[in-house]
């Protein structure tokens, strides 16, 4: 067990001195001191215990991701393999992610030695949103990570637990203050608050179509200033931390968005590429050896704009999205027994949203199946190029002044 920092009793005393030599920041959140450096969470299970667990375990917000997480438990995907399609086959699913969600969140809290924080991110597109965040704050997490919607409900399903962080992911100033007012009318303000940019970041991205990834009105220069000023118009004494996230590969990255107001960057895709990351071998290969010119985007069948990995799969997808999208017609049911989505392309036959099961391609890519899987990936060079490393060599490359992204010495 990593010994705790004296000074600051939710880092491990490495992560303090590596802290205090950054000349960062640190990230005050939920009363801990933190490290200015949140994992994002990544579906399905690819930021499952292990990998959040070992982030919080240095100081930082380790987070799991809640999609589909019986995944990572043989006996629950047992149960569930053989069910034929319909009510019962969902309500099995259903129950066995939330019995998941409970195992997973006991796990990472072992592995942190009560250092950090742990945070799980849920999908307000899911249809289980609820039912999924309720669980996890029963099971005692100390964040609730939303994005892929305005989770304007999140207060109301969290009222009975005063103490849990409440993070909204949002992607410009617009949608910050159309949600911190409505929040306010429920006697609550975001403990945290995401600005993800949807042209850096990978997975589901938060802009209305792929044209709008290009907006200027989404760069931390002019989202994060200007989410600040609404605070101090707006007369709010609690500070509320702005965490940025998309593209963030170095230590002079991170002081760059603290020059310009945010408290701590989250990062994604350099985690999942570690040996602790919940994905296989193979996974991360693929996302550590992916070039920019490898990249597509693309409408996801959550109708959002996506980034990912140019696959054979995506590629050979891409090539025929025109002729599915014109045949698109609703489906009798869902093919998976579960419905993932609360609206989904493929099975509600949403003409302009993707035309493919994303849990069908998620799961193959935690598997490691580069023929068939969707790999989602970030802007950038990951901070040790294509080298896997340890959540422990990522946390004190991005605390070090000096080092490039790649590994090499800055000039």
Avoid at 105 to 118: E, S
Avoid at 343 to 359: A, E, N, S
Avoid at 396 to 405: K, S, Y
Wanted: hydrophobic share 45%; charged share 25%.
């Amino acid at each position: 067990m990593t010994q705790a920092s004296t000074k600051w009793p939710f880092l491990a005393s490495e992560s303090g001195d590596w802290l205090r030599d950054s000349g960062l920041g640190a990230l005050r959140l939920a009363g801990r001191t933190l490290l200015p450096i949140v994992q994002g969470g990544m579906g399905i299970g690819i930021s499952g215990n292990r990998l959040a667990g070992s982030v919080a375990a240095l100081g930082g917000v380790g987070t799991l991701s809640s999609v589909d997480l019986r995944r990572h438990h043989p006996d629950l995907m047992d149960e569930t393999r053989e069910l034929a399609p319909g009510d019962a086959a969902k309500e099995g699913i259903n129950r066995a992610n939330l019995i998941a969600i409970g195992r997973e969140i006991t796990a990472a809290r072992a592995r942190t030695g009560g250092k950090g924080l742990l945070a799980i991110n849920v999908m307000r597109a899911v249809s289980e949103y609820a039912a999924n965040v309720t669980r996890a704050l029963e099971c005692g997490i100390d964040a609730v990570v939303v994005g892929a919607g305005l989770p304007l409900d999140l207060p109301d399903l969290a009222k009975d637990h005063p103490k849990a962080a409440l993070i909204p992911i949002l992607s410009d100033a617009r949608g910050v203050q159309l949600l911190v007012k409505k929040w306010e009318r429920k006697k609550r303000l975001p403990d945290a608050i995401v600005i993800e940019h949807p042209r850096l970041a990978g997975g589901h991205l938060g802009a209305a179509k792929i044209a709008d990834l290009q907006d200027p009105r989404f760069d931390f220069e002019n989202v994060i200033p200007q989410v600040r000023q609404f605070f101090k118009d707006a007369g709010y004494e609690q500070h509320i931390p702005l965490i940025a996230a998309g593209g963030i590969r170095t230590h002079e990255d991170i002081a760059r968005l603290q020059a310009l107001g945010a408290d701590a960057v989250q990062l994604g895709t350099a985690f999942a590429v570690t040996e602790e990351s919940d994905a296989h071998a193979e996974f991360k290969r693929v996302l550590a050896e992916a070039r920019e010119e490898d990249m597509v985007e693309f409408t996801s069948v959550a109708g959002l704009p996506a980034r990912a990995v140019g696959t054979p799969w995506l590629r050979a997808y891409m090539k025929i999205e025109p002729k599915l999208q014109a045949v698109a017609h609703v489906k009798a049911r869902c093919t998976k027994s579960f419905d993932c989505l609360a609206q989904c392309g493929l099975r509600d036959g949403l003409p302009g949203w993707g035309q493919f099961c994303i849990d069908n391609q998620l799961a193959a890519a935690l598997r490691g199946d580069t023929k068939k899987g969707l790999f989602f990936r970030g802007a950038g060079e990951l901070p040790f190029g294509s080298q896997i490393k340890t959540v422990r060599e990522l946390v004190q490359r991005l605390l070090t002044p000096g080092v490039a992204a790649g590994g090499l010495a800055a000039a």
